[in-house]
């Protein structure tokens, strides 16, 4: 009694055999270095690299194996040979475009694990974050753009109906473009944002008033984290087009000011030694500036500036808290004549006028 193997070639059957044992040989083969380079400190590649891409790659190979003579061969299928192609190509780009997405994830853990963003200095490492976030999301759009159109490319009648459609819609293009000119605006103010960097992660803005922290970035919106945890959405294009207050562009630290508005009579003298005791005595101060000057002079009152100077700008802003309540308090208790005050000077000789 004859079987269905006793129909099938013998030499496609063996080429069969021979594409499958070269293909599982391959696939252990790069599933072997991979974990062996993974468990080596030498290399870059992290932990779990081979289960992230594993099977990408095991669908890649079985990709090239729906496209083999033999296997339509083995199933006495040849006549749809057509469909068998198709099937191949269009998992081998699904699984090249999942493999570059699982690489692109890859090299971006490997390269952003090198900075801490939550360190005191964190300027290289913020400049970093915002690069990777913005630019993944530049890329991932782009990969899985072209991945659907070489798949739909792949087929004859909707390439010709593609070309028929682009060839019939010159106007209707035309005023599509002119109505997505402000998205591509926004798209293209996001990729100036991931360059040019005005802003990056954790910076410490000041944007419409509001004093906040850039927590994230995308191509068409950055969102701004309030002092009071609310949330500002602000469109990319806002940090290119219009001037907005930037505490952290080249450097962490900051300048803080207090502004005191007192009596001709203060003592400038004890107001500067009593300053200088009021920073020494906070772990908040990074002992770097320390000044206090008479920066103007109006009728009723003189303006003293204090200068001093913090690690970051949320401690610059509890120092300053700190130093205007200690000085105000300071005068309070040792020159309250320093206090501002409105002055009346009676002459005598309007008291007997009137008195008359």
Known sequence: MNTIFDTIPKNDFYLFLASLIAILVAYWLI????????????????????RKISWPIFFTFISILIRSESLRTLLQLEEHGYWFK????????????????????????????????????????RKIYTQFNILERIFIFTIIILAI??????????????????????????????SAQKM??????????????????????????????????????????????????????????KPFQNWTKTSSDILGTVFLYTDYKVPFDELRKELTKILESTPLWDKEVNV?????????????????????????????????EKLITFLQENYPESIVRTRIQMEQGDTKDNNA
Request: hydrophobic content about 50%; some cysteine.
């Open 184 to 241: 591509i605006g926004t798209v293209l103010a996001g990729i100036q944002i991931a360059i040019a960097q005005p802003i990056k992660m954790d910076d410490v803005v000041i944007v419409e008033g509001e004093w906040g922290r850039i927590e994230e970035i995308t191509l068409t919106y950055v969102v701004v984290k309030i002092w009071d945890k609310r949330r500002l959405i602000v469109p990319t294009p806002y940090f290119i087009e």
């Open 292 to 324: 206090l000057q008479v920066t103007d002079s109006k009728q009723s009152c003189v303006e003293i500036r204090a200068l001093m100077s913090a690690k970051d700008s949320s401690t610059a802003w509890d120092l300053r808290v700190l130093v205007r």
């Open 31 to 50: 599933s072997h270095f991979l974990r062996k380079f993974g468990k080596d400190p030498k290399y870059l590649l992290p932990e779990g690299t081979f």
């Open 86 to 125: 198709k099937a191949s190509t269009v998992l081998f780009i699904f699984s090249i475009t999942w493999l570059m997405l699982n690489l692109l994830k890859m090299v971006k853990k490997v390269i952003i694990s090198n900075y801490d963003v939550r360190a005191e200095n964190n300027l290289k490492a």
């Open 149 to 178: 159109g070489a798949v739909l490319m792949s087929f004859e009648s909707i390439r010709e109906l593609g070309v028929s459609i682009f060839a019939s819609a010159g106007v209707a293009g035309i005023i599509i473009g002119f």
